[in-house]
């Protein structure tokens, strides 16, 4: 039996500087959260972010095919369960992110559900080689990716929950309970995405809306294009919200089953999430004129709070 490679310390740091540098450049409203956490910690999930960048630039890489962009993921899935396995590697995200898992004993499950959700968009049956030049283009082929509300959360569940359980995981917990408040809390947060979302996604081709859903108020993914009618879908993107704030509650049931240590990054993070979803339905869920997101200064007045929370 061969004995496990293990990096050397210098190698680590590298790896996890890499990961980190990642997380700042990308990760708009994690990264804030990650800063009031213990080094460690925040070093694990930077390498669980990266992994989960690297997932999602395979999967939305529109110069490959579909096929392609499977394969792609498919390999990049293969290379992590070798480094799992103890076989060298010199990708610095596959270091750092086995070394966390390891270190907070996260399940090697979440980790490939986690980039099995991210290969939901690139299923067979919506294949469209060149990516739509703009959502203004009235021959972009639009896919509703689900039909039901319940169909979205199979797929919010494994891109999204499933990071809440690896956040446990590195956060530390011991109650059972603390994993389906996980679960809703990453619900509450892609649902976020999803709305602030709707223009991005459909020049991707992509509507995560509900069919059923945009047909309860006389929509389809076809009023999507050129210059959506903000007032029309309002209504939509309320009852899309209303069932995020739902959720929201949860990532507040959540804080006092995780360690003292992490609960003020957990708070950061809720509160910054809630936050941008208070912003859009303040602009009247008008998410067509320009991306809704939180200004630095709004974002480090939550943090200030996260940080006054672990001083105390």
Not at 38 to 64: E, G, H, W
Not at 299 to 311: A, M, N, T, V, Y
Request: aromatic share 10%; net charge negative; charged share 25%.
């Amino acid at each position: 039996m061969l004995t496990p490679w293990n990096p050397a310390p210098a190698q680590l740091t590298m790896a996890y500087s890499v990961c980190r540098g990642i997380t700042r450049t990308n990760a708009k409203n994690f990264y804030y959260a990650f800063l009031v956490l213990p080094k460690r910690k925040r070093q694990a999930l930077c390498a669980v972010y990266a992994f989960m960048r690297r997932c999602d630039d395979i999967t939305d890489d529109s110069s490959l095919s579909f096929e392609e962009r499977r394969f792609k993921l498919d390999t990049w899935l293969d290379a992590l369960h070798r480094a799992q396995q103890g076989e060298p590697s010199d990708d610095p995200i596959l270091l750092a992110l086995t070394d966390a898992q390891r270190r907070y004993t996260i399940p090697a499950g979440l980790l490939d559900e986690l980039a099995m959700g991210t290969a939901m968009d690139v299923e067979s049956g919506s294949e469209s080689h060149e990516p739509p030049p703009s959502a203004e283009a009235a021959a972009v082929p639009l896919t509703v990716q689900y039909r039901t509300f319940e169909d979205l959360k199979v797929y919010c569940y494994r891109v999204a929950s499933v990071v809440g359980l690896v956040c446990i995981h590195i956060f530390g917990y011991r109650d059972p309970a603390a994993e389906s408040l996980a679960e809703q809390c990453g619900l509450a947060f892609q649902l976020t995405n999803i709305i602030r979302d709707v223009t991005e996604d459909a020049a991707m081709g992509r509507v995560y809306l509900p069919e059923e859903d945009l047909a309860r108020f006389g929509l389809s993914a076809a009023d999507l294009l050129a210059n959506p009618d903000a007032p029309r879908f309002r209504p939509l993107l309320k009852l899309e919200a209303d069932r995020a704030r739902e959720f929201y509650h949860a990532g507040d049931q959540l804080i006092p089953y995780i360690s003292e240590d992490s609960q003020p990054a957990l708070w950061v993070l809720v509160n910054i999430y809630r936050r941008l979803l208070e912003k859009i339905a303040e602009q009247q869920y008008d998410v067509f004129s320009g991306k809704v997101s939180l200004t630095v200064s709004e974002k480090l007045r939550i943090l200030g709070k996260g940080f006054l929370q672990r001083l105390t």
